[in-house]
């Protein structure tokens, strides 16, 4: 614990508060007892018995390359001699009545295997082929032996020693211990000398009574209250942004990246923490923390640390599985300066090295986190340092060197081992392959060094405020925001209009219904309507309401608009009178343009009534407007209550309408004008092809209700570009799939994609050209886009694609400083395509249009999205959910598509959303809402089967509490979820009763298990077995007694997903009988591991 302590009087203080807890000295225990597990040991085992092929999981191996003269018989007398001397070398384990027992063998040869490669055309290829299958090759609890040794011989002179030890019978510190004693004694016995080794004063099944010992006894209850109050509701998850989905159960294959500080950093941390007196170790912790605060986004961390668990003597010359795990909980809420951080790091450890004693299973069991099979509990990245020099093996006549072993697993996400030299300082990353590609982990170890090149250039500093883009990526950003294109004149919508309606005068402008018409009579309505505007008082910059259905008068009625100088204000007419009053009166309406009929009651303003059946003027005296000028007024909900006009100028428009690089406009193209005029998407359906020389064709209503009303819409109207809302299209992908005709585009967007939407399309009726697009209302439509062409794997993101031209997006910090890649933050968008800001709202209009500190423009403004994004290695912008609005469940941060997208793939599931609600109570609760196929709906009607489902893809956390069958999505008028009229379910609705028994023979069966292994007299059926005592080893005992009260398998993982009592004798029901099977049988096989 010295390296925790580098001030003299904290070491004083930590060796005296030792010695007022005193541990009872370890003494020999007979071997006429049982020999139970250490509980480290327990844990392993219990992993052992959850999934056997663990076994290859947790191994410590080496290898060492022997060049020279080897004695063959001294190196197995040697390796013979540390079996015998050490007992967990010849343990293997047993359940005996569910409790799992140490089971030591007499002494025995090691059974060293030769192998001669001497032989082979390519020796070192076949050895280190030999060496991974040695590394790959698991361990047999039950029967051990559980160390094993090959030796490689290549040529005469030219060996590899390979050895493998289970984790459950060593640790780090145990491969010291074996180097030196191998070392010792192949001297000895190549001289011809005894062995040379002290006895042994105890042995590791002597360290395992003696902590069941003082575990069972007062001592412990210290250590247990300072870890309960450490912990008290910490995090349950370290949410970093990974590059897969989570796996259901843990996947340990792993993988690893190398960090090499430079000399100069490496000197001036050592020095700065000498200066602020504290421990390099801390130092580079608070660094990491720094650093994975930034890229979660969360400021309470849990990182865990071993702890050798050798602090007494009599343990140091062991073989055995000693090592501890330390959370240690750091809080960056306050924005701590970095010297700041390191004083309550420093802190923290000292406690913590304070409270050591205390198995990390114990600490779990008593803090009793959420738990999940898909990860370790508590802490998900751990983080180690060392200062002392490795151990070398020296042999007498033989020059050794360490032979490459690229065996690497991931028993946690993330597990940062750091190794400090006076002048250098290295660093291995860990990392879950099932998680994070390699470049994304070699992103974090660039990243860190660079914002401990910053910490220790400004310590004073708040260890957020770092910039940790450097120059390169600065490069790649710019080159990705390199999207700069002219926007062919005229300046104004509706002056482009008119030069393509000089143009092509005779070319169908719209279609509605029965009647068309062409670019000249639009262009004359256009005037015609202007002029009465005009004459009505109408001048430049005003607001004028358009209360008309989706038709060819609304068409003109816009471009008449435009052309008086105004911006149309479009409403919906479905919408309510007073609604209609209150954003009337919110843009101060100049005047209100409607169909014919009585005019609004609520009506302040001069109304038009407008029909197409006068005749149109030729001409309109337009006042000339800037491109800057506005052109319309959207109206979003804002969250005061009050809504939100944002007021989009001209130059937005054509920069997304005219000669866009997403996409090539065609004189014949048909576009669908099927959004609702409210609603931004129309503003591409309109414009797009009028000033294309395109045509517009009005959707009715009654088209949109059904998708293959709609789809032979699209096919009788020879319709070549559809835009869908991503509510819709995910709502009618599966009939569109097999029904709507070929398109040249089909453009989505207004949220994020659902890849099992996009995957159906695909495989279906493809368009040439599928377009997912981002961008808010304040952006004009979109400011990405993306072609999708590859049906996209289950649970995979679509990324939003890059800027559009004259567009430029930055992924920020609070602090507004550009993020390297792979980083999430807030969602920022600059150039042509803002919005003016909001209508009479100019404190909000502030807030959210800020100044753009990457543009040399004078004035020059960016809006904040409130979106959470990332950029992609590949240039690919991800958005990742509102900034503002993650779902958070049972400790766990998650995102709902990803349990949409697995819900879609059972194949009597068409459409899936999954929702966060509240109980009458007030707990959260996860939803599943569900629309089955045409063909089958049953599983929608089966929660069970649903359950098994996703619980054969997604973690337990991710599972839904309810399921709610659907006939249809109920949606708004621009399209849109209607998240209002989701049903609650009952259970939800009405919430879980105080009390509320078993129901059913299986339900009270399995509460007078629970009873007898809890020690509680009742339980409830919704009643969690983790939450009132439950843990791994009882978990284990619990599915044989289930097996043997009830005939039943219930594999272990089953046992962890499945909780509560209700849901833990659902998922029994569905189990197959088992009058007699071992423990190790009850482990799911999932096909994830085949």
């Not at 923490?273 to 130092?283: C, D, E, K, M, P």
């Not at 450890?349 to 986190?369: C, G």
């Not at 009651?601 to 059946?613: F, G, K, V, Y």
Request: charged fraction near 20%; proline fraction near 8%; charge should be negative.
């Amino acid at each position: 614990a010295l390296f925790a302590q580098p001030r003299l009087a904290e070491l004083a203080l930590a060796l005296g508060d030792a010695g007022s807890t005193a541990l009872p000295p370890i003494l020999p225990v007979p071997r006429t007892e049982p020999m139970r597990l250490s509980f480290a040991q327990q844990r392993l085992w219990f992993l052992n018995q959850l999934d056997p092929r663990t076994g290859a999981t947790y191994i410590m191996h080496g290898g060492v390359q022997l060049s020279g003269d080897l004695h063959l018989q001294a190196l197995t007398r040697a390796l013979d001699r540390i079996v015998a001397r050490h007992e967990t070398l010849r343990t293997h384990f047993a359940n005996v009545d569910d409790i799992p027992l140490q089971i030591i063998d007499a002494p025995r040869e090691l059974a060293l295997q030769l192998i001669d490669l001497s032989g082979e055309p390519a020796p070192q290829s076949a050895a280190r082929l030999h060496a991974r299958n040695e590394a790959n090759t698991g361990f047999d609890l039950a029967s051990g032996p559980l160390f094993r040794g090959r030796l490689l011989r290549l040529a005469e002179r030219e060996h590899v020693l390979l050895l493998s030890m289970h984790h459950i019978v060593s640790d780090g510190w145990s491969i010291g211990v074996l180097i030196e004693e191998i070392g010792a004694l192949y001297a000895a016995f190549v001289r011809g000398q005894p062995d040379p080794l002290p006895p042994l004063p105890i042995q590791y099944a002597d360290y395992a009574a003696w902590q069941h010992r003082w575990i069972d006894s007062r001592l412990q209850q210290s250590q247990l209250d300072f870890w309960r109050a450490q912990l008290r509701d910490a995090p349950a998850l370290l949410e970093l942004p990974t590059d897969r989905p989570r796996p259901p159960l843990q996947d340990t294959a792993g993988d690893r990246v190398e960090l090499l500080l430079d000399e100069t950093l490496s000197v001036r941390l050592q020095a700065l923490a000498v200066r602020h007196g504290t421990s390099i170790f801390g130092l580079l912790l608070s660094g990491w923390a720094a650093l994975l605060s930034r890229y979660s986004g969360q400021t309470d961390l849990v990182i865990g640390t071993a702890s050798a668990g050798r602090n007494r003597s009599e343990l140091e010359p062991l073989i055995g599985f000693f090592v501890n795990t330390l959370p240690l909980r750091i809080d960056l809420s306050a924005r701590p300066t970095f010297l700041e951080l390191l004083d309550q790091v420093q802190a923290t450890l000292l406690a913590a090295q304070a409270h050591q004693d205390l198995p990390f299973e114990r600490i779990i069991e008593a803090v009793r986190p959420i738990r999940s099979l898909s990860h370790t509990p508590l802490c998900q990245t751990m983080f180690s340092s060392d200062t002392t020099p490795a151990r070398a093996l020296e042999l007498p006549d033989l020059q050794l060197s360490a032979y490459p072993n690229d065996h690497c697993v991931a028993q946690f996400d993330l597990s940062l081992d750091m190794q400090i030299a006076p002048t250098r300082i290295r660093g291995v990353l860990h990392y879950a392959t099932a998680l994070f590609d390699r470049s994304t982990m070699q992103a974090y170890l660039d990243n860190y060094a660079r914002l401990l090149g910053a910490l220790a250039d400004a310590p004073m500093l708040a260890v957020d405020r770092p910039a940790l883009l450097d120059a390169d990526g600065w490069r790649s950003l710019h080159q990705w925001n390199d999207s700069a294109r002219a926007v062919p004149p005229p300046p104004t919508i509706h002056t482009a209009f008119q030069a393509q309606a000089r143009s092509t005068p005779d070319a169908i402008a719209v279609i509605d219904g029965d009647r068309t018409l062409r670019y000249a009579e639009l262009d004359a309505y256009g005037n015609r309507i202007a002029a009465q505007l005009i004459a009505a008082g109408v001048r430049s910059g005003e607001c004028v309401v358009t209360l008309l259905p989706r038709s060819a008068e609304l068409v003109a009625a816009q471009l008449g608009i435009l052309k008086a100088g105004a911006a149309y204000v479009p409403l919906d007419p479905r919408q309510p009178a007073a609604r209609h009053a209150q954003l009337a009166e919110d843009c101060q309406a100049r005047s209100i343009v409607h169909a014919p009929g009585d005019a609004p009651p609520w009506a302040t303003a001069p109304c038009l009534q407008i029909t197409l059946t006068a005749k149109p003027t030729d001409a309109c005296v337009a006042p000339p407007l800037p491109t800057a000028a506005p052109a319309y007024v959207m109206y979003t909900s804002g969250s005061s209550g009050r809504p939100k006009g944002v007021l989009v100028p001209h130059q937005a428009v054509l920069n997304l309408v005219r000669d866009p690089d997403y996409a090539r406009w065609q004189a014949d193209d048909r576009f669908a004008f099927a959004s609702n005029p409210a609603f931004d998407s129309s503003t591409l359906e309109v414009w797009a092809p009028l000033l294309s020389g395109g045509s517009l064709v009005v959707v009715p209503q009654d088209v949109l209700l059904d998708p293959s009303v709609l789809a032979d819409f699209a096919r009788t109207h020879a319709i070549s570009v559809l835009i869908l809302v991503a509510g819709v299209l995910r709502a009618y992908a599966s009939e569109l799939a097999r029904t709507l005709p070929t398109l040249r585009y089909l453009i989505t967007g207004g949220d994020i994609a659902d890849p099992q939407a996009l995957a159906t399309l695909l495989r279906g009726q493809r368009p040439h050209t599928l377009l997912q697009t981002y961008g808010p209302t304040e952006t004009t439509q979109f400011v990405t886009a993306v072609a999708v062409s590859e049906t996209p794997d289950d649970g995979q993101r679509i990324p939003i694609g890059t800027p559009i031209g004259n567009l430029r997006v930055y992924v920020l910090d609070a602090h507004r400083q550009a993020l390297p890649v792979g980083m999430q933050g807030e969602l920022h968008i600059a150039g042509l395509g803002l919005a003016l800001g909001y209508v009479r709202q100019a404190g909000l209009t502030a807030e959210h249009f800020v100044p753009d500190p990457f543009s040399g423009e004078p004035g020059a403004r960016m809006y904040r999205t409130g979106d959470l994004g990332r950029w992609r290695a590949d240039g690919q912008l991800e958005c990742l959910g509102r900034r503002d609005a993650q779902s958070k469940i049972r400790g766990f941060r998650l995102e709902p598509r990803e349990i949409e997208a697995v819900l879609q793939t059972h194949p009597q599931i068409d459409q899936a959303l999954v929702r966060v609600c509240e109980d009458t109570a007030g707990q959260r609760r996860l939803v599943a809402y569900v629309i089955g196929t045409q063909i089958d709906d049953s599983a929608a009607h089966d929660p069970n089967a649903l359950r098994r489902h996703l619980a054969d893809t997604l973690p337990d956390y991710m599972l839904p509490d309810a399921y709610v069958p659907m006939q249809a999505w109920p949606l708004t008028a621009n399209g849109k979820l209607d998240v209002r009229a989701l049903p609650a379910p009952d259970d939800v609705q009405r919430g879980i009763a105080e009390s509320d028994p078993p129901h059913g023979e299986t339900e009270c069966v399995l509460a007078e298990i629970w009873c007898a292994l809890l020690g509680v007299s009742t339980v409830n059926r919704h009643d969690n077995f983790f939450d009132i005592g439950g843990h791994s080893l009882l978990a284990v005992q619990l599915a044989t007694r289930i097996q043997t009260r009830l005939g039943r398998r219930l594999p272990l993982s089953r046992v962890f997903a499945e909780p509560t009592l209700a849901r833990m004798a659902g998922a029994l029901a569905d189990s197959a009988a088992a009058p007699s099977a071992p423990i190790a049988a009850l482990v799911d096989r999932s096909s994830y591991y085949e």
